[in-house]
T-cell receptor
Framework: NAGVTQTPKFQVLKTGQSMTLQCAQD?????MSWYRQDPGMGLRLIHY???????DQGEVPNGYNVSRSTTEDFPLRLLSAAPSQTSVYFC????????????FGQGTRLTVV | GENVEQHPSTLSVQEGDSAVIKCTYS??????FPWYKQELGKRPQLIID?????GEKKDQRIAVTLNKTAKHFSLHITETQPEDSAVYFC????????????FGAGTRLAVHP
């Protein structure tokens, strides 16, 4: 059972470039979310989804887009990368029941130069 | 919006001592409170959680207490060991909206032999 898989693990972008961080889960979880982790700031919610076709903004959504066309996949798009988006990005998934564990992917370390 | 505050940001203890990490939350509709442990370079993993209808929960050397009136919850680690050294995150999930999971800023725990 693969769980939550993120690709790539590492990425360097130039300012202004675009890219998509991939996230896939094989646990049939309805709820998926993206967080960014910066030193001293914990895990901040970027976007989340409660099912295919339904997404909403989290705490820090600016500069990021998401879509959810299938239950398994929840890609995060950076339209025009900025140095402030240098961070470690984590995808997480869980059942929609509010009292269940969220499982995290292994993370993507993104550097924008 | 929802907010979770976590203290202290760093904690240093001697092996065998106890460690306590405290969190407060702002949304009175929050009813699920997980704690995650993140070792260096790895993904966050759930270590214990508590639901709003329970005041305390214990799992071996780890315990969590919840005070809904004061809107705060705490993680207690007894008989600490060097392998407990990690970053610990508290989180809260609300019944409002789509049950977003909001994290605190994290506590870096160092256990010295």
């Amino acid at each position: 059972n693969a769980g939550v898989t993120q690709t790539p693990k590492f990425q360097v972008l130039k300012t202004g470039q675009s890219m998509t961080l991939q996230c896939a889960q094989d646990m049939n979880h309805e709820y998926m979310s993206w967080y960014r982790q910066d030193p001293g700031m914990g895990l901040r919610l970027i976007h989340y989804s409660v099912g295919a076709g339904i997404t909403d903004q989290g705490e820090v959504p600016n500069g990021y887009n998401v879509s959810r066309s299938t239950t398994e996949d929840f890609p995060l798009r950076l339209l025009s990368a900025a140095p402030s988006q240098t961070s470690v990005y984590f995808c997480a998934s869980s059942y929609r029941d509010k009292n269940t564990e969220a499982f995290f992917g292994q993370g993507t370390r993104l550097t924008v130069v | 919006g929802e907010n979770v505050e976590q203290h202290p940001s760093t904690l240093s203890v001697q092996e065998g001592d106890s460690a306590v990490i405290k969190c407060t939350y702002s949304d009175s509709a929050s009813n699920y409170f997980p704690w995650y442990k993140q070792e260096l370079g790895k993904r966050p993993q759930l270590i214990i959680d508590i639901r709003s209808n329970v005041g305390e929960k214990k799992d071996q050397r780890i315990a969590v207490t919840l005070n809904k009136t004061a809107k705060h919850f705490s993680l207690h680690i007894t008989e600490t060991q060097p392998e407990d050294s990690a970053v610990y995150f508290c989180a809260a999930r609300s019944e409002r909206g789509y049950n977003k999971l909001i994290f605190g800023a994290g506590t870096r725990l160092a256990v010295h032999p």
